[in-house]
């Protein structure tokens, strides 16, 4: 596809990438800010800035664990963050984990915010999976069927060039816009009390990865055979499943 929209200046790009999870952000944003719900539970001072530490906190533990699906690798690699390589399923997994630590800061209501954010949070990750289209990243394998695509744009860099193959990252963004269309039409109506939805979402999105996890390439693996018949990010997103799942029973009963 095009990792690049235009030149900016000598080597600087803009790298389609990054203006995809921009306008993510900027969506997710302005439907935080636009919903009623959030003004009573937090001023948008103090969004914008959970939203620009959330960011922060996504890409590192984005970056986290995919060294950790790719390591061993050279330690100067691990830090070349520009070169490319997130985890979307990690970016999650450490927000959900960290950001309520500064909510609790801030002494802003945790579950009720997560909820409201979980809404949401589907339309950011869509329009991620667009940029990882327009990479190149996160890519399918091989494939006869009709929708497949090829990539021969020549700064894209993967094992399956010139041959059709499984546009995963288009699969992953329907699904997330599916995902968001339950949660703001149907699902945050049924389940009103708070934990649940963030923990809907949780269960939906590591869904969608494990689900997509079969038809894409790029996968990695645990050394141990028992284990090799998933990959990594599956066998995370069944623990994420299992636990969410327990926590969202436990809120039901509360």
């Known amino acids: 596809m095009i990792p690049y929209l235009f030149h900016i200046y000598g080597p600087i790009y803009a790298n389609s990438y990054g203006i995809a999870i921009a306008i993510g952000i900027m969506i997710f944003t302005a439907f ?58 990690g970016a999650v997994l450490a927000i959900t984990l960290i950001t309520p630590l500064y909510l609790r800061y801030i002494r802003v209501p945790i579950l009720p915010l997560l909820d409201l954010a979980a809404v949401y949070a589907p339309l950011l990750q869509a329009f991620g999976r667009i940029g990882c289209f327009l990479a190149g990243c996160c890519y399918g394998l091989p494939t006869n069927l009709p929708w497949g695509i090829t990539y021969t744009h ?29 949660m703001y039409l149907i699902l945050r109506k049924r389940y009103p009390k708070p934990g ?25 693996y645990f050394d141990s055979s028992a284990l090799h018949f998933l990959s990594i990010h599956q066998w995370i997103s069944l623990g994420i499943i299992l636990v969410s799942s327990g926590f969202m029973f436990w809120r039901r009963s509360k």
């Not at 533990?61 to 979307?88: A, D, H, K, Q, Y």
């Open 196 to 220: 649940q939805l963030i923990s809907l979402y949780l269960i939906l999105s590591s869904s969608e990865r494990f689900i997509v996890d079969f038809w894409r390439a790029d996968h990695e």
């Open 154 to 182: 020549p700064d894209i860099h993967l094992p399956y060039k010139f041959q059709t193959i499984h546009p995963t990252q288009l699969y992953s963004a329907l699904i997330f816009f599916t995902i968001f269309g339950l």
């Open 32 to 89: 935080m800010l636009s919903d009623s719900r959030c003004a009573k539970l937090i001023s948008s001072d103090q969004l914008q800035n959970t939203i620009v530490l959330s960011i922060l906190i996504g890409v590192f533990g984005g970056r986290l664990l995919w060294v950790f699906g790719n390591w061993p690798m050279p330690i100067r690699e691990t830090i070349e963050i520009w070169e490319g390589g997130l985890s979307v399923l």
